[in-house]
C-alpha cells in the first residue's frame, strides 16, 4: 500500500520534464475528421490555433463512414477568416492557401483481410514527406484509420524509421483490425504509441470544476471567439471532447522521444505481446480476449445452395455496430475484430454459406491484467501502450490519469491560444463583422 500512495503522489505533483520550444516538430494528421465522431473537428480547431508551433505537412482525410477531404477543408475556411488575427500575434502561422496545398484525401474503405488495398493520394504523401531530406523525424498523428499508414509503410517501408506515430486507437482500432494486424506483424520495428484509453483522459476526470467542466469551459472560454470558437461551440451540444487532441498535447508540453516521460498527452510503457487469438469456430461467452486485442474467427465452409462452379461465397459479421466482412481462405472464412471495451460482443454471421447463415455466438473481452507491462515485447522495441497499472485508470479507461491530472495545465494553454482569435480592436464587433 505505500508504495501505491508514493506513486500516487508522484502521479500529481510531478510536472512535465520537457517542454517543446527549441525546434519546430514536423507533423502529419490523418483523420477521420466529418465521418463517425464530431471530436475530430474540435481536435481540428486546436490543432489549426497551435498551427505557429509546429511545422504542419500534411492533413490527411481517412475516414471510415462519410468524412472526406472536403471537411477539412471547410475548417480551414473559417481558419481563414481567423487568420488575420492569428498572424498578428505570430508570423509563423501557416497561410490557408498552404494548409489547403498540403491537404490529401486518403482511403475511404476499410482494408481488406491482408491489411492494405491501393495507394492513395494520402499514402503517397505520407511517402513523400518522409523521404523529404530533413534530419528531423516526421510524427504521424493518427486520429482515424490505420488504412493511408498501412498502405504507405506497404510501398515504402524504407520510411519506417523516420516516422514516429501516435495512434487514437481504441475506438479507431475496431474500424481498421486488419490494418492493424498488418503493422503489428510485418512492421514491428515501428516507432508508435498506440492510444487505446489513455487519450480520454482529455475529456474524463481531472479538474472539472466551473468552468472547467467540460461544458462549461467551451462556454466560457471558446464561444464567441471568432469563427474557429464559435464553429467549436456548436459541434456535440457545446460540450468538448476532443479526443484526438492529446496526441498534440503530448508535443506540446512532453518529450517527443521518449513517450515514457509525463506529457500533456499521456505517458506510456513499452508494449507487451498485442493481444491476438484465433478462434477455430463459432465461440461462446466463455472464450476471451484481451479489450483492444485482435480476435481471428476461422469458420469452415459448407454448402451455399448453388452449384460449384457458382459458388461465390459472401458473408458479414455483425457484431455490435459493425459488418466485418469475411475473407475465403482454403474453404475457411475468416473475420478479425478489436473490441474497445471489457465485456461480452454477440455477434450474428449472414452468409450464403447455408451452414452458417444465421449462426451466433459471443466473445468476451477481459480487462487488462496490470502486470502485461512487467515484460515487455522485444519484438516491439519502439512501441508504446497505455500504461495498466490501476493507479492511472479513470474508471475503466487505462492511463487516462496520466492525461486528466494536467486538465487544468493544458486547458488555461488552450484558453489562452483563444484569446488570439480577438484582438482589442475586434472585441465588441458582432459575429457578422468578423466574417
Given at each position: 500500500?505505500?508504495?501505491?500512495?508514493?506513486?500516487?503522489?508522484?502521479?500529481?505533483?510531478?510536472?512535465?520534464?520537457?517542454?517543446?520550444?527549441?525546434?519546430?516538430?514536423?507533423?502529419?494528421?490523418?483523420?477521420?475528421?466529418?465521418?463517425?465522431?464530431?471530436?475530430?473537428?474540435?481536435?481540428?480547431?486546436?490543432?489549426?490555433?497551435?498551427?505557429?508551433?509546429?511545422?504542419?505537412?500534411?492533413?490527411?482525410?481517412?475516414?471510415?463512414?462519410?468524412?472526406?477531404?472536403?471537411?477539412?477543408?471547410?475548417?480551414?475556411?473559417?481558419?481563414?477568416?481567423?487568420?488575420?488575427?492569428?498572424?498578428?500575434?505570430?508570423?509563423?502561422?501557416?497561410?490557408?492557401?498552404?494548409?489547403?496545398?498540403?491537404?490529401?484525401?486518403?482511403?475511404?474503405?476499410?482494408?481488406?483481410?491482408?491489411?492494405?488495398?491501393?495507394?492513395?493520394?494520402?499514402?503517397?504523401?505520407?511517402?513523400?514527406?518522409?523521404?523529404?531530406?530533413?534530419?528531423r523525424p516526421l510524427h504521424l498523428l493518427v486520429w482515424g484509420g490505420l488504412e493511408d499508414l498501412a498502405?504507405?509503410?506497404?510501398?515504402?517501408?524504407?520510411?519506417?524509421?523516420?516516422?514516429?506515430?501516435?495512434?487514437?486507437?481504441?475506438?479507431?482500432?475496431?474500424?481498421?483490425?486488419?490494418?492493424?494486424?498488418?503493422?503489428?506483424?510485418?512492421?514491428?520495428?515501428?516507432?508508435?504509441?498506440?492510444?487505446?484509453?489513455?487519450?480520454?483522459?482529455?475529456?474524463?476526470?481531472?479538474?472539472?470544476?466551473?468552468?472547467?467542466?467540460?461544458?462549461?469551459?467551451?462556454?466560457?472560454?471558446?464561444?464567441?471567439?471568432?469563427?474557429?470558437?464559435?464553429?467549436?461551440?456548436?459541434?456535440?451540444?457545446?460540450?468538448?471532447?476532443?479526443?484526438?487532441?492529446?496526441?498534440?498535447?503530448?508535443?506540446?508540453?512532453?518529450?517527443?522521444?521518449?513517450?515514457?516521460?509525463?506529457?500533456?498527452?499521456?505517458?506510456?510503457?513499452?508494449?507487451?505481446?498485442?493481444?491476438?487469438?484465433?478462434?477455430?469456430?463459432?465461440?461462446?461467452?466463455?472464450?476471451?480476449?484481451?479489450?483492444?486485442?485482435?480476435?481471428?474467427?476461422?469458420?469452415?465452409?459448407?454448402?451455399?445452395?448453388?452449384?460449384?462452379?457458382?459458388?461465390?461465397?459472401?458473408?458479414?459479421?455483425?457484431?455490435?455496430?459493425?459488418?466485418?466482412?469475411?475473407?475465403?481462405?482454403?474453404?475457411?472464412?475468416?473475420?478479425?475484430?478489436?473490441?474497445?471495451?471489457?465485456?461480452?460482443?454477440?455477434?450474428?454471421?449472414?452468409?450464403?454459406?447455408?451452414?452458417?447463415?444465421?449462426?451466433?455466438?459471443?466473445?468476451?473481452?477481459?480487462?487488462?491484467?496490470?502486470?502485461?507491462?512487467?515484460?515487455?515485447d522485444k519484438n516491439l522495441p519502439h512501441w508504446w501502450v497505455d500504461n495498466p497499472t490501476t493507479v492511472?485508470?479513470?474508471?475503466?479507461?487505462?492511463?487516462?490519469?496520466?492525461?486528466?491530472?494536467?486538465?487544468?495545465?493544458?486547458?488555461?494553454?488552450?484558453?489562452?491560444?483563444?484569446?488570439?482569435?480577438?484582438?482589442?480592436?475586434?472585441t465588441t464587433l458582432p459575429l457578422e463583422n468578423l466574417q
Amino acid at each position: 500500500m505505500r508504495s501505491y500512495c508514493a506513486l500516487f503522489f508522484l502521479l500529481f505533483v510531478t510536472a512535465p520534464a520537457y517542454s517543446v520550444d527549441a525546434e519546430r516538430l514536423r507533423l502529419i494528421v490523418s483523420t477521420d475528421i466529418g465521418g463517425t465522431d464530431p471530436d475530430d473537428l474540435q481536435s481540428m480547431v486546436h490543432l489549426l490555433l497551435y498551427a505557429d508551433t509546429f511545422d504542419i505537412e500534411g492533413l490527411v482525410s481517412s475516414p471510415f463512414g462519410p468524412g472526406r477531404k472536403k471537411h477539412i477543408l471547410n475548417i480551414i475556411s473559417l481558419y481563414e477568416k481567423d487568420y488575420p488575427f492569428l498572424s498578428a500575434h505570430s508570423n509563423q502561422y501557416p497561410t490557408p492557401a498552404t494548409l489547403r496545398e498540403i491537404t490529401k484525401q486518403g482511403e475511404t474503405e476499410l482494408a481488406p483481410f491482408q491489411g492494405y488495398r491501393n495507394s492513395t493520394e494520402g499514402s503517397q504523401w505520407i511517402i513523400k514527406r518522409a523521404r523529404v531530406k530533413d534530419p528531423r523525424p516526421l510524427h504521424l498523428l493518427v486520429w482515424g484509420g490505420l488504412e493511408d499508414l498501412a498502405q504507405a509503410l506497404h510501398d515504402a517501408p524504407d520510411i519506417l524509421p523516420k516516422l514516429r506515430v501516435y495512434y487514437i486507437g481504441g475506438p479507431n482500432k475496431k474500424w481498421s483490425p486488419d490494418a492493424y494486424h498488418y503493422i503489428a506483424t510485418h512492421h514491428p520495428k515501428l516507432w508508435l504509441i498506440e492510444s487505446n484509453a489513455t487519450y480520454r483522459g482529455w475529456f474524463v476526470g481531472g479538474n472539472q470544476e466551473g468552468e472547467w467542466g467540460n461544458k462549461a469551459f467551451v462556454s466560457t472560454h471558446i464561444a464567441d471567439h471568432c469563427a474557429l470558437g464559435n464553429y467549436f461551440a456548436s459541434l456535440l451540444d457545446g460540450t468538448m471532447k476532443m479526443g484526438d487532441t492529446p496526441s498534440v498535447a503530448r508535443l506540446l508540453n512532453g518529450n517527443p522521444e521518449d513517450p515514457s516521460q509525463p506529457s500533456w498527452g499521456g505517458e506510456y510503457v513499452r508494449a507487451w505481446p498485442r493481444p491476438y487469438r484465433v478462434f477455430q469456430g463459432l465461440t461462446t461467452e466463455k472464450d476471451t480476449i484481451e479489450e483492444f486485442g485482435i480476435a481471428e474467427f476461422v469458420l469452415p465452409l459448407g454448402e451455399t445452395g448453388v452449384p460449384k462452379a457458382q459458388q461465390n461465397v459472401g458473408a458479414t459479421m455483425h457484431i455490435e455496430n459493425q459488418a466485418l466482412v469475411g475473407f475465403v481462405d482454403n474453404n475457411n472464412l475468416r473475420f478479425r475484430f478489436s473490441p474497445k471495451a471489457a465485456r461480452p460482443f454477440l455477434y450474428t454471421i449472414k452468409s450464403t454459406d447455408l451452414t452458417l447463415n444465421g449462426k451466433t455466438g459471443v466473445l468476451t473481452a477481459i480487462p487488462t491484467n496490470p502486470e502485461a507491462a512487467s515484460i515487455p515485447d522485444k519484438n516491439l522495441p519502439h512501441w508504446w501502450v497505455d500504461n495498466p497499472t490501476t493507479v492511472y485508470s479513470e474508471g475503466p479507461h487505462i492511463g487516462a490519469k496520466t492525461v486528466s491530472r494536467w486538465r487544468k495545465a493544458y486547458l488555461s494553454d488552450f484558453a489562452k491560444r483563444l484569446q488570439r482569435c480577438q484582438t482589442p480592436s475586434v472585441t465588441t464587433l458582432p459575429l457578422e463583422n468578423l466574417q
